[in-house]
């Protein structure tokens, strides 16, 4: 009996000792965040607003004015979408004469950790109301010297016969680096100064380098030495995401004015290698979209007769070249 009053007092002594322990890690902590303290609560919602651009137009293709938010019905997966705002832009009401500028392209070489581009301020964003933003980009380093030249006489003939007084255009150019010759204006002898300063030596860049020609004869008896061709492909791949990169900061850095964008891309043309580009292609489709801007390219080579022996070879590389622009254009473009 002695022995069981012991067990007992020692099993009521461990209880005892461990019951403490399980109070004290069930017991709530007492320390309250600073963000708690003053028993306000905050709850952020966010919501994604789509930017849709609309033409109308009547069935003698003249321009319907005068339309407001409830003629308009946004389906999406076959439910109605609300229609937050609705902002005409007329071009038709710009009749001034008098030129404007309007400094919107900054820095297009960011340093890495730059800060964003400055929103335009409210009288800025007035100025541009109603306006064209068009850029004329050139590639410089995919031209021979006459395609700059004729790229040239190109917008010297839009300055002289189509610009309109609503239009305020600025010209880019990539050669050894991406820089603004000009930015927005609606002065045409300004623009067209800017375009006669480009001469034969202006396109000295970085052009598309050589690719061994993988159908050759591997019996030819020629000097080797004379017809070695060296593989450039890597260089190739370098050079076609320089210049998507630039496209990419020049969206980026016009992404903060919210009209629509139209860059003229003037070029001797841009060469995939496969799928190593696909990556900067994806950027460049997606800040464009994000930036609300739209490239329609010229390709300044024109028209060339192909010798016979790459009659074949000219016409796969042409149905290539269109399979890989037109859905660039047109995801860029939606």
């Given at each position: 009996m002695t022995q069981s009053i012991v067990k007992r007092l020692v099993l009521c002594l461990l209880v005892a000792a461990v019951l403490p322990l399980n109070v004290s890690s069930q017991t709530p902590s007492t320390s309250i965040s600073p963000s708690s303290s003053g028993?306000?609560?905050t709850l952020k919602t966010a919501t994604e607003v789509v930017l849709v651009n609309v033409t109308v137009r009547d069935k003698n293709e003249n321009f319907i004015k005068d339309l407001k938010a409830e003629d308009f019905t946004i389906l999406e997966d076959g439910r109605r979408q609300q229609i937050i705002s609705l902002d005409v832009e007329n071009t038709d009401s710009v009749v001034t004469a008098e030129s404007l500028r309007a400094?919107?392209?900054?820095?297009?070489?960011?340093?890495?950790?730059?800060?964003?581009?400055?929103?335009?301020?409210?009288?800025?964003?007035?100025?541009?109301?109603d306006r064209r933003l068009i850029?004329?980009?050139?590639d410089l380093s995919s031209m021979q010297p006459e395609e700059i030249e004729r790229a040239a006489r190109s917008a010297?003939?839009?300055?002289?016969?189509?610009?309109?007084?609503?239009?305020?255009?600025?010209?880019?150019?990539?050669?050894?680096?991406l820089k603004v010759d000009l930015d927005f204006t609606s002065d045409e002898e300004v623009l067209k100064a800017v375009m006669a300063g480009f001469t034969r030596g202006i396109g000295e860049g970085y052009a598309d380098g050589a690719t061994p020609d993988t159908n050759a004869d591997s019996t030819d008896n020629t000097d080797a030495a004379a017809g070695f061709t060296p593989d450039e492909t890597e260089y190739n791949i370098f050079n076609t995401d320089r210049r998507l990169q630039a496209l990419v900061?020049?969206?980026?850095?016009?992404?903060?004015?919210?009209?629509?964008?139209s860059v003229i891309y003037f070029?001797?043309?841009?060469?995939?290698?496969?799928?190593?580009?696909?990556?900067q292609l994806r950027a460049a489709i997606n800040a464009a979209t994000r930036g609300n801007l739209s490239f329609y390219t010229v390709d300044v080579r024109g028209p060339a007769a192909p010798r016979p022996a790459e009659a074949v070879v000219g016409a796969a590389q042409a149905a290539a070249a269109v399979a890989v622009g037109l859905p660039f254009i047109r995801a860029v473009e939606s």
């Open positions: 028993g306000q609560f400094p919107l392209l900054g820095n297009l070489n960011p340093a890495p950790g730059a800060s964003a581009p400055a929103r335009p301020t409210p009288a800025q964003a007035n100025e541009l109301k850029v004329l980009f050139f010297l003939d839009y300055a002289d016969k189509q610009m309109a007084p609503a239009d305020l255009v600025s010209v880019v150019t990539l050669s050894s680096s900061n020049l969206a980026n850095d016009l992404s903060v004015v919210p009209q629509r964008k070029s001797g043309g841009m060469q995939r290698t496969g799928m190593e580009n696909q990556t």
